[in-house]
């Protein structure tokens, strides 16, 4: 249980172990502890440091990224990686999580392991994927920077490599904004019926938004959320589109990130956090397991944990993502994660023993 | 002396051949309806592949989405009657009528198949859709209230099918039309009959048989569509069974077996329909098979021939120009909508689509496999038609209906079964072009063996029979005889496969890799995730891609045949 002492202890030392990680002299001293650390000295790579071999990963030449986010977005990253590391061509696979997961998981069955990164938004396939040793243990000299929740328990399978949260969002061409919905309460007024969008059941920050709303106002509320007839998209970019469009009145689960991608584009739209909390979830990254690329992968993640690569996934307009680097600049809006107040899951026995029923309840609202 | 031996080498050579390319198409078909119906009948742990337990479990769940079914069904029944009625009334007008400028008319009726129903399904939902649809801001800016026209529902799932499957339907019916003694229709008007009686009891009971072969043809296609369900019917909370079963094998965890079961129930009623389609055809051949000569002639049908020329026109207009001309207004906007404000225009989304290596690796992709599936397929699907249309081996009618086997499959369906087929071949070709091209040479069975087939027939088989007794071999029989007589038939069919398998979505959604990615899925990927503008502005640089290998292939195929002519 992730709240309870003995876990605590755990966070502890894995925080021990991560801050000794990030000093090559006490790295070697907790060698010992920690068989699974690289014994070597961490290098310097352009500003951050890496335990890859980096003229090996550069020999291995290629770097295959499977990621559930944006299509640009997921571009996006790749190719400021590869920007960085012009001599690592890279490639990549784009789809939601629950398909992601679906696809590699097949693969994986069938012998085939043509993956180097795995990043997921939803903690229930990562710690799935976890529990089946699909994932690398990679002790990154960059974790050091990130508080220990914020890392695979035990650490060096994947890491927090930022949140995304949702509140309500409205269209300001819809909606006078004393008539808009200012807690989550508000979407089961009659008047949002059919006007409505949330994300379909594939979506790991949809299924936050149901455990912890029902975990503050029960199961009543999500069967009169049912009555409203919302209709549901794969993506936050869909839900916006509509929203700008003037197709929905009030989107159900406005991911920020998205917010400011469309507000950037001039849509006549306005976000609301409800007093009671935005859900958020966080994007989880790996080395998977028998990757082809090895030094790639770890290079990779690196990069990504470090200053450059957090401040690249957190200013990237097809990002967005709140960086967890305990020494993180605040966001291209000028705010910082702690400014929300964020709802994460916290017992995760219970959070991924819903998923049954979430998947079964979201889909028969939707009408499948 | 040699002729003994030519004798015995002759049967060989035509027997290795033909079993050859039998075991090749048993082999692409079978291979995966064996998984996908082992995936169907799983009902053991779902972490475990092979299957731990079997049994119909999936299939007594399917009850439960009687609504999707009913609602696959409905959809599609409304699309093969609209599709229907625009292939019948164009195909008249354009076959039986002194309509203005038929023969452009003609060949403008075929592009809706060379646009993707995909194309049509954006467009249409920018203009249709009841908020922020093009004309319904339109109607409003003109003082009208709510929406004019709502496309965003299972009518408009029929509509933009119908739009896109009525070409398919004015080709089959109006080669039915084309082969039709006038002199029938002449009897009729003769003795007093007006035109209007004569179509509806002369000319539709000629064509009956034709209009019903088009109509399960057409029904079947209807069924296993994907793309405009998905753009327009998701948003209305409206699953037919591809979308239902994408949805399922997405979602996590996901619940492969039941969409394998909902697939196989699918292709149970595509196999009904294709059975019937047989049927019928084989009854048509006997009716239409005259000794009479005649000469088709057409009807002069006075100044009504200016409405039937709008008519044409119109669905030229609602079915090509109307769509491209959307996507096109859409793709300059950072946010489409009817009135666009000056900072509202921008080039970005061609820029974006231009420069995200994915479009242009997934175009170069795509035009890679639609050459290479062309140039294999015409060989591959060239040796069965002959196989099955010219060769006295034994086995050759099971072949026919093997071959048209993916006919009755929905591609996202079969692709399931190719997804699991393929991953435990021992050679890595999964994830790879291989597999894609594998699939296409797969689902494009049908369309490149009917294409050949149906100018093979023409053929009169003598032909080759003289060059046997002139004793040449079977190859040197092929190569000097059947090949340069079916050369234009090939050409088209060349044609025909490179356009389906540049279109293609069903099959390449699920089978795509990192470093093999084609463009029509990477079009819907855009769609779920970037944005309709950047959509639009992809789906254009594929229909302008098309349509320039089209020209470019059309250059080369009429001086090649200017060339042969000197």
Redesign the interface.
């Given at each position: 249980m992730p709240g309870s002492n003995r876990d605590k202890l755990t966070r502890r030392t894995l925080l021990g172990a991560s801050v000794a990680l990030a000093s090559p002299i006490a790295c070697l001293s907790a060698r010992g502890a920690y068989a699974q650390a690289p014994a070597k000295t961490p290098t310097k790579v352009l500003d951050f440091l890496t335990y890859a071999d980096v003229a090996k990963a550069e020999q291995e030449g290629a770097f295959?990224?499977?990621c559930h986010?944006?299509?640009?977005g997921t571009?996006a990253i790749a190719?400021a990686f590869g920007k960085d590391f012009p001599k690592i061509k890279t490639?990549?696979?784009?789809?939601?999580?629950?398909?992601l997961?679906?696809k590699i998981?097949?693969?994986r069955?069938?012998?085939?392991f043509?993956v180097d990164i795995l990043q997921l938004s939803?903690l229930?396939?990562a710690l799935d994927f976890q529990k089946?040793g699909g994932y690398e243990i990679y002790h990154s000299p960059e974790a050091g920077g990130y508080k220990p929740e914020h890392l695979s328990n035990p650490a060096g399978a994947f890491f927090w490599t930022g949140v995304t949260f949702g509140g309500l969002a409205y269209s300001t061409a819809k909606v006078k904004a004393e008539e808009a919905p200012k807690s989550w309460k508000d979407l089961l007024d009659p008047k949002w019926r059919n006007a409505m969008s949330c994300k379909?059941?594939?979506s790991g920050l949809q299924f936050v938004q149901w455990y912890e709303l029902r975990k503050l106002y029960g199961d009543e509320y999500w069967q009169a959320f049912a009555k409203q007839?919302p209709?549901?998209?794969?993506?936050r970019?869909?839900l916006f589109?509509?929203l700008?469009?003037?197709?929905d009145k009030v989107c159900a689960l406005a991911e920020y990130a998205a917010y400011v991608l469309?507000k950037e584009?001039?849509?006549a739209i306005e976000f609301v956090a409800p007093e009671d909390g935005l859900p958020a979830t966080p994007l989880l990254v790996g080395v998977v397991d028998k990757a082809p690329h090895p030094e790639v992968a770890k290079l990779f993640v690196d990069w990504a944990m470090s200053n450059r690569g957090q401040a690249f996934y957190q200013s990237n307009p097809h990002l967005i993502y709140g960086s967890l680097r305990t020494d993180a600049p605040p966001m291209p809006t000028g705010k910082r994660l702690s400014d929300f107040k964020l709802l994460t899951p916290t017992d995760y026995a219970d959070y991924l023993g819903s998923?049954?029923k979430f998947?079964k309840d979201w889909?028969g609202m939707?009408?499948? | 002396m040699q002729a003994p031996a030519l004798r015995w080498q002759v049967p060989s050579g035509q027997a290795i051949a033909g079993f050859g390319v039998a075991g090749a198409a048993g082999i692409l078909v079978l291979y995966p309806i064996f998984y996908l119906m082992q995936a169907a009948l799983d009902v053991g742990d779902p972490d475990a592949r092979p299957p731990t337990a079997y049994g119909l479990g999936n299939f007594e769940a399917l009850p439960q989405y009687s609504e999707i079914m009913l609602n696959t069904l409905t959809v599609s029944l409304a699309a093969t009657v609209m599709a229907l009625l625009f292939g019948f009334v164009t195909a008249w007008i354009l076959s039986r009528t002194n309509v203005p400028g038929r023969r452009t008319l003609e060949q403008l009726m075929a592009v809706p198949y060379y646009m993707t129903p995909l194309l049509g399904a954006f467009a249409w939902s920018l203009l249709g859709a009841p908020e922020s649809g093009f004309v319904n801001q339109v109607w409003r800016a003109l003082g009208g209230e709510n929406a004019l026209i709502n496309l965003v529902t299972p009518f408009g799932i029929a509509w933009v099918m119908a739009l896109f499957e009525g070409s398919v339907a004015f080709v089959m019916i109006g080669a039915v039309m084309k082969s039709m003694d006038p002199a029938l229709e002449e009897a009729s008007q003769v003795i007093g009959a007006s035109r209007l009686r004569t179509m509806l009891r002369v000319t539709l009971p000629l064509v009956a048989p034709g209009v019903l072969g088009a109509a399960i043809l057409v029904f079947a296609e209807m069924l296993g569509s994907f793309s405009a369900a998905l753009v327009l019917g998701n948003p209305d909370r409206f699953y037919v069974v591809t979308t239902a079963m994408y949805q399922l094998v997405s979602q996590y965890p996901p619940r492969i077996p039941l969409a394998a079961a909902m697939g196989v129930s699918l292709f149970a009623v595509m196999f009904l329909m294709l059975f019937l389609y047989r049927r019928l055809i084989a009854g048509r051949s006997y009716v239409t098979i005259s000794g009479k000569a005649f000469r088709p002639r057409v009807m002069d049908v006075g100044r009504l021939r200016w409405l039937l020329f709008a008519v044409c026109v119109f669905y030229v207009l609602l079915s090509v120009a109307l769509p491209l001309m959307t996507l096109a207004f859409a793709s300059v906007q950072k946010i489409a909508v009817a009135f666009p404000a000056a900072s509202n225009w921008t080039l970005a989304n061609y820029q974006t689509a231009f420069t995200m290596n994915a479009v242009r690796a997934a175009l170069g992709n795509s035009l890679l496999l639609g050459v290479a599936t062309a140039s294999i397929g015409v060989v591959l699907m060239g040796l069965i038609s002959w196989l099955i249309y010219r060769s006295r081996l034994p086995g050759s009618g099971f072949i026919e209906y093997l071959v048209m086997f993916p006919q009755a499959v929905p591609r996202l369906v079969f692709a399931f079964g190719m997804m699991w087929a393929w991953i435990v071949f021992p050679i890595p070709i999964y994830g790879t072009l291989w597999l894609l091209l594998i699939a296409y040479l797969t689902v494009f069975l049908p369309l490149g063996v009917r294409t050949i087939s149906g100018v093979m027939l023409q053929i009169d088989k003598s032909l080759e029979e003289c060059a046997q007794m002139c004793g040449a071999p079977w190859g040197y029989r092929i190569r000097t005889v059947t090949m340069p007589l079916l050369c234009p038939g090939l050409l088209a069919a060349w044609l025909l496969l490179f356009i389906a398998s540049v279109r293609e979505l069903g099959a390449s959604i699920l089978l795509m890799g990192p470093n093999a990615k084609v463009v029509t899925p990477t079009i819907v990927e855009s769609w779920f995730a970037t944005s309709a503008e950047l959509t639009a502005a992809m789906a254009l640089i594929q229909t302008l891609v098309i349509a320039i290998a089209m020209v470019v292939f059309l250059a080369l195929t009429r001086r090649a045949s200017m060339y042969a002519g000197e």
């Amino acid at each position: 249980m992730p709240g309870s002492n003995r876990d605590k202890l755990t966070r502890r030392t894995l925080l021990g172990a991560s801050v000794a990680l990030a000093s090559p002299i006490a790295c070697l001293s907790a060698r010992g502890a920690y068989a699974q650390a690289p014994a070597k000295t961490p290098t310097k790579v352009l500003d951050f440091l890496t335990y890859a071999d980096v003229a090996k990963a550069e020999q291995e030449g290629a770097f295959v990224f499977y990621c559930h986010e944006n299509e640009a977005g997921t571009a996006a990253i790749a190719e400021a990686f590869g920007k960085d590391f012009p001599k690592i061509k890279t490639s990549y696979v784009r789809a939601q999580t629950g398909a992601l997961y679906n696809k590699i998981s097949t693969e994986r069955a069938a012998g085939r392991f043509d993956v180097d990164i795995l990043q997921l938004s939803d903690l229930a396939p990562a710690l799935d994927f976890q529990k089946k040793g699909g994932y690398e243990i990679y002790h990154s000299p960059e974790a050091g920077g990130y508080k220990p929740e914020h890392l695979s328990n035990p650490a060096g399978a994947f890491f927090w490599t930022g949140v995304t949260f949702g509140g309500l969002a409205y269209s300001t061409a819809k909606v006078k904004a004393e008539e808009a919905p200012k807690s989550w309460k508000d979407l089961l007024d009659p008047k949002w019926r059919n006007a409505m969008s949330c994300k379909i059941s594939s979506s790991g920050l949809q299924f936050v938004q149901w455990y912890e709303l029902r975990k503050l106002y029960g199961d009543e509320y999500w069967q009169a959320f049912a009555k409203q007839r919302p209709r549901g998209f794969d993506s936050r970019v869909q839900l916006f589109d509509r929203l700008a469009k003037g197709d929905d009145k009030v989107c159900a689960l406005a991911e920020y990130a998205a917010y400011v991608l469309y507000k950037e584009k001039g849509a006549a739209i306005e976000f609301v956090a409800p007093e009671d909390g935005l859900p958020a979830t966080p994007l989880l990254v790996g080395v998977v397991d028998k990757a082809p690329h090895p030094e790639v992968a770890k290079l990779f993640v690196d990069w990504a944990m470090s200053n450059r690569g957090q401040a690249f996934y957190q200013s990237n307009p097809h990002l967005i993502y709140g960086s967890l680097r305990t020494d993180a600049p605040p966001m291209p809006t000028g705010k910082r994660l702690s400014d929300f107040k964020l709802l994460t899951p916290t017992d995760y026995a219970d959070y991924l023993g819903s998923r049954d029923k979430f998947t079964k309840d979201w889909n028969g609202m939707l009408g499948l | 002396m040699q002729a003994p031996a030519l004798r015995w080498q002759v049967p060989s050579g035509q027997a290795i051949a033909g079993f050859g390319v039998a075991g090749a198409a048993g082999i692409l078909v079978l291979y995966p309806i064996f998984y996908l119906m082992q995936a169907a009948l799983d009902v053991g742990d779902p972490d475990a592949r092979p299957p731990t337990a079997y049994g119909l479990g999936n299939f007594e769940a399917l009850p439960q989405y009687s609504e999707i079914m009913l609602n696959t069904l409905t959809v599609s029944l409304a699309a093969t009657v609209m599709a229907l009625l625009f292939g019948f009334v164009t195909a008249w007008i354009l076959s039986r009528t002194n309509v203005p400028g038929r023969r452009t008319l003609e060949q403008l009726m075929a592009v809706p198949y060379y646009m993707t129903p995909l194309l049509g399904a954006f467009a249409w939902s920018l203009l249709g859709a009841p908020e922020s649809g093009f004309v319904n801001q339109v109607w409003r800016a003109l003082g009208g209230e709510n929406a004019l026209i709502n496309l965003v529902t299972p009518f408009g799932i029929a509509w933009v099918m119908a739009l896109f499957e009525g070409s398919v339907a004015f080709v089959m019916i109006g080669a039915v039309m084309k082969s039709m003694d006038p002199a029938l229709e002449e009897a009729s008007q003769v003795i007093g009959a007006s035109r209007l009686r004569t179509m509806l009891r002369v000319t539709l009971p000629l064509v009956a048989p034709g209009v019903l072969g088009a109509a399960i043809l057409v029904f079947a296609e209807m069924l296993g569509s994907f793309s405009a369900a998905l753009v327009l019917g998701n948003p209305d909370r409206f699953y037919v069974v591809t979308t239902a079963m994408y949805q399922l094998v997405s979602q996590y965890p996901p619940r492969i077996p039941l969409a394998a079961a909902m697939g196989v129930s699918l292709f149970a009623v595509m196999f009904l329909m294709l059975f019937l389609y047989r049927r019928l055809i084989a009854g048509r051949s006997y009716v239409t098979i005259s000794g009479k000569a005649f000469r088709p002639r057409v009807m002069d049908v006075g100044r009504l021939r200016w409405l039937l020329f709008a008519v044409c026109v119109f669905y030229v207009l609602l079915s090509v120009a109307l769509p491209l001309m959307t996507l096109a207004f859409a793709s300059v906007q950072k946010i489409a909508v009817a009135f666009p404000a000056a900072s509202n225009w921008t080039l970005a989304n061609y820029q974006t689509a231009f420069t995200m290596n994915a479009v242009r690796a997934a175009l170069g992709n795509s035009l890679l496999l639609g050459v290479a599936t062309a140039s294999i397929g015409v060989v591959l699907m060239g040796l069965i038609s002959w196989l099955i249309y010219r060769s006295r081996l034994p086995g050759s009618g099971f072949i026919e209906y093997l071959v048209m086997f993916p006919q009755a499959v929905p591609r996202l369906v079969f692709a399931f079964g190719m997804m699991w087929a393929w991953i435990v071949f021992p050679i890595p070709i999964y994830g790879t072009l291989w597999l894609l091209l594998i699939a296409y040479l797969t689902v494009f069975l049908p369309l490149g063996v009917r294409t050949i087939s149906g100018v093979m027939l023409q053929i009169d088989k003598s032909l080759e029979e003289c060059a046997q007794m002139c004793g040449a071999p079977w190859g040197y029989r092929i190569r000097t005889v059947t090949m340069p007589l079916l050369c234009p038939g090939l050409l088209a069919a060349w044609l025909l496969l490179f356009i389906a398998s540049v279109r293609e979505l069903g099959a390449s959604i699920l089978l795509m890799g990192p470093n093999a990615k084609v463009v029509t899925p990477t079009i819907v990927e855009s769609w779920f995730a970037t944005s309709a503008e950047l959509t639009a502005a992809m789906a254009l640089i594929q229909t302008l891609v098309i349509a320039i290998a089209m020209v470019v292939f059309l250059a080369l195929t009429r001086r090649a045949s200017m060339y042969a002519g000197e």
